[in-house]
Each structure stands twice: as C-alpha cells, then as structure tokens.
C-alpha cells in the first residue's frame, strides 16, 4: 500500500509558541489530504480537508486561524497550531488521497503527539 | 448528515474464537463506502476491510469479513480466529462516494483478546 509519513512524531512545546506538523506521501500523488484530531480515548474527528494548491475547508468548530493548512505540493502538507495551548495537546493524524485510488481509500500517516506546556 | 455508531465500548475474546464487532450509520448519499480500521497503542491507523454500498457480496480480507446489511444499515466486523495481537481500537468509518469523500468515525470499540 502507499506510504504517508508525518514529522515530527511527537513534540513538546511551550503555550503560545506555534507547531508545524508535515504530512507527506512518499510514492503517490495526494490530491487530497485530510487533518484529524483525537483526543486521548476517542476518536478521530475531522478537522480540515485540503487540496493540493487551494485553500483548505474546515469542519465546522475548527478555528482556522489557529490550524493553518497548507497544501502546496501533491505530496506534502503543513498543519500549523499557531499560539498553542495546553488545551491543543492532542494526537494529530493526517491522511491521503490519490486521485488514482480504485476505491477512495485514504492512506493514514504514523500521527503526531502534540503536548503544550 | 452522515453518522457512524459503534456501541459496544468494550470488548473481549478468547484466543481463537471468532468475535464481531457492532456498526451501523445513518447516511442519505446513495453511494458510500464503509470502512474499518484498527488503531493499536502506537496510534497508528491500520486499514482493514471496505465494502462499497452497491458491492452485491459481503467483503472479506484474510480473517476479515464485512456483514453488510444494508437494509438494516449495518456493517459489523467479524474476526475468525481471535489473535493477541488483534487486540486494539476499532474505528467503523463512512465516506460518500465522489467529492473529496472525507470519512467520519465511529467512537470505536476496544478489543481485548484473552490467552
């Protein structure tokens, strides 16, 4: 199956310090690219979906002016938790989409476990 | 609006044994996907099985099947031959087909396998 990677795999930060997490698909093309958050035992709940060179779309409660998404290639995009605080600390998980993909299967990078200070 | 329900929070079973786990949905798309995936404690998600809602046979992966009744709109997992390393989260998720076909998850069931 295709790869995603995600980095860093974890990180510690100060509250008010932005993190920027990078989300990569190592042998496809990802037309599109979703960001997830899950909270320690629950699920994963949709934050944004991104397409490659246009502006991402949020879910519904997620600040976008605090998760900045940037999906400027078909194999990388960027979350970036601007000013965070403890309340942000989560797991972060990305996943991708190719446009090839016979049946719509996202392929989910490793995650990221953020923890604000 | 589309909705995954996953009611059994917790679960266990005897190595060996066959075990199956709950998900309905609630969808009005006509066409949809449904999806399992395992999360062990590394948290990595881990693809298990999918069944598209017009596939006329039930879907099966190795030890994997899909119960799919799809009047009932049900799709529940069934693992044959319970291992220790099944043990895990299991997240049932939804996604239409077409558009950017984004998936919403179920709130997961624990599974725990016993020796």
């Known amino acids: 199956g295709a790869v995603v990677s995600q980095h860093p795999s974890w990180v510690i930060c100060k509250s008010g310090t932005s993190v920027k997490i990078e989300c990569r698909s190592l042998d496809f093309q990802a037309t599109t690219m979703f960001w997830y958050r899950q909270f320690p035992k629950q699920s994963l709940m949709l934050m944004a979906t991104s397409n490659e060179g246009s502006k991402a779309t949020y879910e519904q409660g997620v600040e976008k002016d605090k998760f900045l998404i940037n999906h400027a290639s078909l194999t990388l995009s960027t979350l970036t938790v601007t000013s965070a605080h403890p309340e942000d600390s989560s797991f972060y998980i990305c996943?991708?989409?190719?446009?090839?993909?016979?049946?719509?299967?996202?392929?989910f990078g490793p995650g990221t476990r953020l923890t604000v200070l | 609006a589309q909705k995954i329900t996953q009611t059994q929070p917790g679960m266990f079973v005897q190595e060996k044994e066959a075990v199956t786990l709950d998900c309905t949905y609630d969808?009005?798309?006509?066409?949809?996907?449904l999806f399992w995936y395992k999360q062990p404690s590394s948290g990595e998600m881990i693809f298990l099985i999918y069944q598209g809602s017009y596939d006329q046979q039930n879907a099966t992966e190795g030890r994997y099947s899909l119960n799919f009744q799809k009047a009932r709109k049900s799709a529940n997992l069934v693992i044959s031959a319970s291992q220790l390393g099944d043990s895990a989260m299991y997240f049932c998720a939804m996604s239409s087909l077409g558009g950017y076909n984004k998936l919403i998850f179920g709130a997961g069931t624990r599974l725990a396998v016993h020796p």
């Open positions: 969808t009005s798309d006509p066409s949809y996907g």
């Open positions: 996943s991708a989409r190719g446009g090839g993909v016979g049946y719509n299967e996202q392929f």
